[in-house]
């Protein structure tokens, strides 16, 4: 299983990004997918999840500018992230659980500043 993450870049402190993370691979089902960040000297930490049943969750500092969605037939989970901050720079990484394995994605930059 591989998974390719795209729309990282520079935006403007309340402006809008898009992730995406295609899953590619042979398995049966995502059980979990998510997106984490980390900035360097920091752990990584959970940005968002979506469950198969559709259940979501998110940290605290990006509820209500952050959204997490998937496309079970393109295989591919999306964070919509409006309002963006400063604080929101770091790499964002998606991970699933597919088949009860989990896996990582590259990381894509988002850098928010002026």
């Known amino acids: 299983v591989q998974l390719q993450a795209s729309g990282g870049g520079l935006v403007q402190p309340g402006g809008s990004l898009r992730l995406s993370c295609a899953a590619s691979?042979?398995?049966?089902?995502?059980?979990?997918m998510a997106w984490h960040r980390q900035v360097p000297g920091k752990q990584r930490e959970l940005v968002a999840v979506?469950?198969?049943?559709?259940?979501?969750n998110y940290a605290d500092s990006v509820q209500g500018r952050f959204t997490i969605s998937r496309d079970n037939a393109k295989r591919t989970v999306y964070l919509q992230m409006n309002s963006l901050k400063p604080e929101d720079t770091a790499v964002y990484y998606c991970?699933?659980?597919?088949?009860?394995?989990?896996?990582w994605g590259q990381g894509t930059l988002v850098t928010v500043s002026s």
């Open positions: 991970r699933i659980v597919a088949d009860m394995v989990g896996y």
């Open positions: 979506i469950t198969a049943g559709g259940s979501l």
């Open positions: 691979g042979s398995f049966d089902s995502m059980n979990i």
